[in-house]
């Protein structure tokens, strides 16, 4: 990530979730400078998912045997360069064929993206998958990439690796969400306090005033 990128210029992967849940106004005040995010500093269960990162991404590779590089890097769409993906780090797949491995080159559909997650040991893999579908979805949208796996902590007793692929359908909808609400944050029009994530089936929308044309995704 650029040293001076601040996340109030764009939507990441956290900001999306809020989104698709319809947390539209609040996110809106943050983006404007209206208000200040939450300090998480003091959030254990936030603090714990930092701290434990290096460690996740370890475990993943000795459970998996796949390789993790480019760790911490941010994506920007090509289209919406508003839209950003901070992700854990990328996994190049191994193919061997005699005794060197052959490395799979950057930008190949066969790198996959990694998200570590620490949850309470009372989750599990489903709810994750609920609980996070937005931000992995935006995640394979920004990049580009088809899948991402999940390396998951359930407490301290219990760990599991997920595999998520990109939905189509569901980006659109993202996608047209975002264009949407970047759209309120640029012209520093407040959003309704909520926004039902079913509506952005359509091509286009209206803040009451302006016409919106969504460009579809091709």
Not at 114 to 143: G, I, R, W
Not at 158 to 181: G, P, R, S
Not at 205 to 216: K, R, W
Request: net charge negative; charged share 30%; aromatic share 14%.
């Amino acid at each position: 990530m650029k040293k001076d990128f601040d996340r109030k210029q764009g939507i990441g992967g956290s900001d999306a979730t809020r989104l698709y849940k319809g947390d539209w106004y609040e996110l809106w005040q943050e983006k404007t400078g209206e208000t200040e995010g939450a300090d998480l500093s003091d959030v254990l269960p936030v603090q714990m998912g930092i701290h434990t990162e290096d460690f996740n991404i370890r475990w993943f590779e000795k459970q998996t045997g796949m390789k993790v590089d480019g760790k911490q890097e941010t994506f920007f769409h090509n289209k919406y360069p508003y839209m950003y993906a901070h992700v854990d780090g990328l996994i190049y797949p191994e193919h061997y064929g005699g005794d060197e491995p052959t490395i799979i080159n950057k930008g190949s559909e066969d790198v996959t993206l990694l998200e570590c997650k620490h949850t309470n040991a009372f989750s599990n893999p489903k709810k994750v998958a609920d609980n996070y579908k937005a931000q992995l979805q935006h995640y394979l949208m920004v990049t580009g990439y088809p899948k991402i796996y999940v390396s998951m902590f359930f407490g301290n007793m219990k760990y599991e690796v997920m595999e998520v692929t990109e939905d189509k359908e569901f980006q659109d909808q993202l996608e047209n969400a975002e264009v949407l609400f970047w759209h309120f944050v640029e012209k520093k029009k407040a959003p309704p306090d909520y926004i039902a994530f079913d509506n952005f089936n359509s091509k286009e929308f209206s803040d009451g005033e302006t016409i919106i044309p969504i460009i579809p995704r091709k």
